[in-house]
T-cell receptor, first 110, second 117 residues
Framework: GIQVEQSPPDLILQEGANSTLRCNFS?????LQWFHQNPWGQLINLFY???GTKQNGRLSATTVATERYSLLYISSSQTTDSGVYFC????????????FGTGTRLTIIP | GAVVSQHPSRVICKSGTSVKIECRSL??????MFWYRQFPKKSLMLMAT?????????EQGVEKDKFLINHASLTLSTLTVTSAHPEDSSFYIC?????????????FGPGTRLTVL
């Protein structure tokens, strides 16, 4: 099956800093989503982005499908950004089964 | 955005008992729902696909007789952990896809934390 690797595994930043999280996948995808898992375990949808670039406030994401990677940018980090960020992909059109990446644990220090 | 609920949010039970977890899509219909399992500090692993009106399909290594899935309606799927044991303790999360145009977005429930004593 498709392999999804995220980097870095852990990231500790001062409040106000910017960060870039990376997601590499081993096969072509028709679905790619970024999630933020908060400390209570809830997965919050950030982006649906199988290709192209999207922005939502301080967050933006870019997926280069031909090179099999996606990037999540967080600018002006806040303590509420802390948590685990996952990318998840589905590799076949019409197959909604998501394979999750290994995750990046982000800690924002006041 | 679409809302998916789960109940209960937390359950503690004795070894040997069965536990039922409900997953509901609150404002949309879902012919398919998915059940995931997450161990502490690990990623989510897909357990099974719940299909409305037909049998669930299980991922390799997941015991279908241990984890019973019923998709009774277009808004409800249930996962029953039968004869639970301490190794079944985990965080169980369901999801449902919502298709809008060409976007096929998965929405996740808040999860159920199961502790088996």
């Amino acid at each position: 099956g498709i392999q999804v690797e995220q980097s870095p595994p852990d990231l500790i930043l001062q409040e106000g800093a910017n960060s870039t999280l990376r997601c590499n996948f081993s096969d072509s995808v028709n679905n790619l989503q970024w999630f933020h898992q908060n400390p209570w375990g809830q997965l919050i949808n950030l982006f649906y982005i199988p290709s192209g670039t999207k922005q939502n406030g301080r967050l933006s994401a870019t997926t280069v499908a031909t090179e099999r990677y996606s990037l999540l940018y967080i600018s002006s980090s806040q303590t509420t950004d802390s948590g685990v960020y996952f990318c998840a992909v589905a590799s076949n059109f019409g197959n909604e089964k998501l394979t999750f990446g290994t995750g990046t644990r982000l800690t924002i220090i006041p | 955005g679409a809302v998916v609920s789960q109940h209960p949010s937390r359950v503690i039970c004795k070894s040997g008992t069965s536990v039922k977890i409900e997953c509901r899509s609150l404002d949309f219909q879902a012919t398919t729902m998915f059940w995931y399992r997450q161990f502490p500090k690990k990623s989510l692993m897909l357990m099974a696909t719940s299909n409305e009106g037909s049998k669930a399909t299980y991922e390799q290594g997941v015991e279908k007789d241990k984890f019973l899935i019923n998709h009774a309606s277009l808004t409800l799927s249930t996962l029953t952990v039968t004869s639970a044991h301490p190794e079944d303790s985990s965080f169980y999360i369901c999801s449902a896809p919502l298709t809008s145009g060409w976007a096929d977005t998965q929405y996740f429930g808040p999860g159920t934390r199961l502790t088996v004593l």
